[in-house]
């Protein structure tokens, strides 16, 4: 009898830790199917600290610190913000853990001028696709761009036109942007909390981008060109003076498919 309840302890333990494991991993969705919903997606912020996280100085964007620096990032307020450390020097903040084909969902509230990215599968020199959080005068939000790899890709479907609330929409984008200009303002809420979302599958892979849960991109590589799996990064761009200006993203999560 003893020896039976232990094996049946054993199991019990044994089919916990599977169901666990299940939980952070799933079957890759199909390629039209909808974000995953929140609740079934792992927390990678704690709100208070860095952890699972770390700082990397060895992307071009660190130039300015000869790569001694990787920018300023901490907690603030829940939320984890980076800045410039010094004038024109940025920098990546990347996770410890290495993710394959996955989906990662944000909350971002940045300031209108700082160059920043969502990067997936990223090497601690930056290298990977990122999902654009060029949130300028000129700039994107959630187009696709290769950074440091090879092929040119820079897919996007809408500009920023001078203030956050405008944008000029490309009619010759490959992927047609999913809403017109006049309707930008109800999509995105201006100094709030909005949220952004990358799922990326394969290799060569296809990646998937929404805004506040509308689809906004999708773009299939055409050859691998890029390892298969790497960190989860965020970005404060090199160059200019963004010193005061700042990038801010909170709860961090992510649904594993690999």
């Known amino acids: ?52 996280w770390h700082v990397s100085a060895k992307s071009g964007h660190s130039g300015t610190s000869k790569n001694k620096s990787g920018g300023k990032w901490e907690v603030v307020e829940g939320a984890i913000t980076g800045s410039q450390d010094i004038p024109g020097n940025g920098g990546l903040v990347l996770t410890d853990e290495q993710f394959g084909d996955f989906e990662v969902r944000i909350e971002m509230r940045n300031d209108y001028g700082p160059d920043s990215g969502l990067f997936l599968r990223s090497t601690e020199r930056g290298q990977a696709y990122q999902a654009m959080i060029d949130y300028h005068d000129n700039g994107n ?3 696709v761009y290769g950074e440091g790899l090879s092929g040119g890709i820079h897919r996007r479907n809408f500009s920023f036109k001078g203030q956050v609330t ?93």
């Open 141 to 143: 939000l959630m187009g």
């Open 1 to 52: 009898m003893r020896s039976f309840l232990a094996v049946s302890r054993v199991f019990g333990v044994c089919a916990a830790a599977a169901l666990c494991l299940a939980s952070l991993r799933a079957e890759p969705p199909q390629k039209d199917a909808p974000p995953i919903p929140k609740d079934q997606m792992t927390r990678l912020d704690d709100g208070t600290s860095l952890k699972g």
């Open 166 to 258: 405008s944008i000029v929409v490309d009619e010759k984008s490959d992927f047609k942007a999913p809403f017109d200009a006049k309707k930008w303002p109800e999509l995105w809420k201006a100094d709030e909390w909005n949220e952004l979302r990358a799922r990326i599958i394969g290799n060569p892979p296809t990646v998937t981008t929404w805004i506040n849960g509308v689809k906004t991109m999708e773009f299939t590589d055409t050859e691998k060109r890029h390892p298969d799996k790497g960190s989860i990064g965020l970005q404060v761009h090199g160059g200019g003076d963004y010193t005061k200006q700042f990038v801010r993203y909170r709860d961090i999560r992510v649904k594993k498919f690999d």
